[in-house]
């Protein structure tokens, strides 16, 4: 079975300044796919990026970009210039290629401050 | 555009009661997922459809059940209520086509159980 680690429960960072969440996953695919997500207070569950490991290439979305190592299984999430909104749970989550459900990693608590 | 919807927002039930969630998924959407999310925790996969028919099963307890209709929106039925089922309940609705698209989530059914 797939498993998504996510080592860091709490993070914090300084508005304006760069913050990397960090993920690792356990799988025997060679193809799947890797998401963050975004939990804000209201608990709605957002889209931040994603990334199809059969790319090379690390995915970007403006302020947030992604460190997709495939051989040490690891898809880590940069914010970039953080903001007040920023503050929020974020979920890694995996999915194979061919199955259906999202495995979702523990949650980091991001703090942004002021 | 169009988003995941769910309803109720809330809902208050005593033990051993029953509960019924809706889920009606983005246009054109195929497949439909029910996610637990417990306090302080990752959202658990319970149960797919695709094109109304079960596709994958999770951690869903046999007091629960659920069916996706010819138009698409999904039920989750819950019986025999007990404190422990109280939690965020997510549905999501995702194109098969397109797996690397990840889920559309709703804005969740937040379950009590008294």
């Known amino acids: 079975a797939q498993t998504v680690t996510q080592s860091q429960p709490e993070m914090s960072v300084q508005e304006a300044e760069t913050v990397t969440l960090s993920c690792t996953y356990d799988?025997?695919?060679?193809?799947?796919?890797l998401f963050w997500y975004k939990q804000p207070p209201s608990r709605q569950m957002i889209l931040v990026i994603r990334?199809?490991?059969?790319?090379?290439q690390n995915a970007t979305e403006n302020r947030f970009s992604v460190n997709f190592q495939k051989a040490a299984k690891s898809f880590s999430l940069k914010i970039s210039d953080s903001q007040l909104g920023d503050a929020a749970m974020y979920f890694c989550?995996?999915?194979?290629?061919?199955?259906?459900?999202?495995?979702f990693g523990e949650g980091t608590q991001l703090t942004v401050n002021p | 555009a169009a988003g995941v919807i769910q309803s109720p927002r809330h809902l208050i039930k005593e033990k051993r009661e029953t509960a019924t969630l809706k889920c009606y998924p983005i246009p054109r959407h195929d497949t439909v997922y029910w996610y637990q999310q417990g306090p302080g925790q990752d959202p658990q996969f319970l149960i797919s459809f695709y094109e109304k028919m079960q596709s994958d099963k999770g951690s869903i307890p046999d007091r629960f059940s659920a069916q996706q209709f010819s138009d698409y929106h999904s039920e989750l039925n819950m019986s025999s209520l007990e404190l422990g089922d109280s939690a965020l309940y997510f549905c999501?609705?995702?194109?098969?086509?397109?797996?690397?698209?990840?889920?559309?989530f709703g804005s969740g059914t937040r379950l009590t159980v008294v």
């Open positions: 989550a995996y999915k194979k290629t061919s199955g259906s459900r999202l495995t």
């Open positions: 999501a609705s995702s194109l098969k086509a397109a797996p690397s698209y990840g889920y559309t």
């Open positions: 990334q199809e490991a059969y790319k090379q």
């Open positions: 799988t025997s695919e060679s193809d799947y796919y």
